[in-house]
């Protein structure tokens, strides 16, 4: 078996064993809120240093 039919194997049996089923897609999803959460704190963060004393 080539190295690429070995590396395609183990990606499938990630992600069919994930601990939520359809894991690829969701683990998008779970990096997708996780940077929307990121810049919401960076927004508040940004906005105590930039206008101090509200």
């Known amino acids: 078996m080539p190295q690429t039919g070995i590396t ?3 990606y499938r049996q990630f992600f069919e064993n994930g601990i939520i089923p359809i894991s690829e897609v969701s683990y998008q999803i779970l990096i997708l809120i996780i940077a929307i959460v990121a810049l ?3 927004r508040r ?3 105590k240093i930039l206008a101090p004393g509200t």
Do not use: F, P
Request: proline share 0%; charged share 20%.
């Open 45 to 47: 963060y940004g906005k």
């Open 40 to 42: 919401w704190i960076a």
């Open 8 to 10: 395609t194997e183990a």
